[in-house]
């Protein structure tokens, strides 16, 4: 018979119960973090070398295999519910791996309505840092009913004749969308990407991505090309956005 153990015996201490799982930690630039931290937890952890300015952001729910829940956005401030929409789109490209996101709009609260202002085009922005890894450019738009082509340009100076890293080209009258090179006064060998994400009379929402190894085009919420450098980024110096589209923001981040 196994004896009693006295009462004021002290008790065998319990068994910690494990810690719960960490939750998902992934890299973005610390200037996308800087507009999100009234409603984000942040780890102050930097990294060496170049990538200094990064810092690790714990994503406030658990990301799972191809979708973010619609609750983390529904639970954002509505001033930062589209620059929400914004980061997870720049995580799935850079650390969740994935080629397509899912967000369900059933539960978003509408953001308030503003009207839209359009932009001149050619529309042209500076960019005299140039382009290095992870720099998003974003772009925003409506394709008119009648529209053939539009492009976006990331030019190596100001000048006319400009040589352009990329040259991306959706041409509706084709229903491709190209993507090459202008060197020396030369055109590179085109590539194109598979079918065309553009409509007439829809909105668009491009973002150009650049990666370790060439530009990455996310078009809507989906992964559409991947366009290997043959000119080096930061000899960039404008971006350029013109044709037949109605230009809503360009937006660099």
């Known amino acids: 018979m196994r004896a009693t153990p006295p009462i004021n015996s002290p008790r065998a201490p319990e068994t910690a119960s494990p810690p719960p799982p960490a939750q998902e930690a992934a890299a973005v630039p610390r200037h996308l973090i800087s ?22 952001l714990t994503l406030p729910w658990d990301t799972g295999p191809s979708s973010i829940p619609s609750s983390a956005i529904a639970h954002c401030p509505n001033h930062g519910r589209e620059l929400l929409i914004q980061l997870v789109r720049v995580l799935v490209v850079f650390s969740l791996g994935l080629t397509h996101l899912s967000l369900s709009s059933a539960s978003l609260v509408p953001l308030d309505p503003t009207p839209l202002v359009l932009q001149n085009v050619p529309h042209k922005t500076s960019l005299p840092d140039g382009i290095r890894v992870g720099t998003v450019m974003r772009i925003r738009g409506v394709v008119p009913d009648k529209a053939g082509r539009f492009y976006v340009n990331l030019l190596c100076s100001e000048a006319p004749g400009s040589e352009a890293a990329l040259h991306f080209n959706p041409r509706l009258d084709e229903s491709a969308v190209v993507f090459n090179t202008l060197e020396q006064g030369t055109w590179g060998r085109e590539e194109r990407g598979s079918g065309i994400p553009f409509q007439h009379g829809q909105p668009f929402d491009v973002l150009l991505i650049a990666t370790d190894e060439g530009f990455k085009a996310v078009v809507g919420d989906s992964e559409y090309h991947h366009f290997r450098y043959r000119i080096p980024p930061a000899r960039v110096r404008l971006l350029e956005v013109g044709g037949d589209l109605q230009l809503e923001s360009v937006k660099i981040f």
């Open 35 to 56: 507009w999100l931290q009234n409603s984000f937890v942040m780890n102050g952890k930097k990294r060496g070398g170049q990538r200094a300015e990064w810092a690790d």
